[in-house]
């Protein structure tokens, strides 16, 4: 028996790993003493970023075994 881990969309994979980090960044800009103001703007911004690129490049389809 050949266990494998569940399949998740690639959409779902960006959100959750855009959301991880951007609260990570949003959290370590409020313990520095930033206002939450600016430290939301950061957070969101880091959102859309981390998105985006894990979106877009973040696929494993372009590694495959060499035979």
């Not at 855009?18 to 969101?44: E, K, P, Q, R, T």
């Amino acid at each position: 028996m050949h266990l494998r881990s569940p399949s998740v969309a690639g959409g779902t994979s960006a959100f959750l790993w855009a959301l991880g980090f951007a609260l990570y960044v949003w959290g370590f800009l409020l313990a520095l003493g930033d206002s939450n103001a600016m430290a939301f703007i950061v957070g969101a911004l880091t959102f859309c970023g981390v998105f985006l690129f894990v979106r877009t490049r973040g696929t494993q389809g372009h590694l495959r075994r060499r035979s």
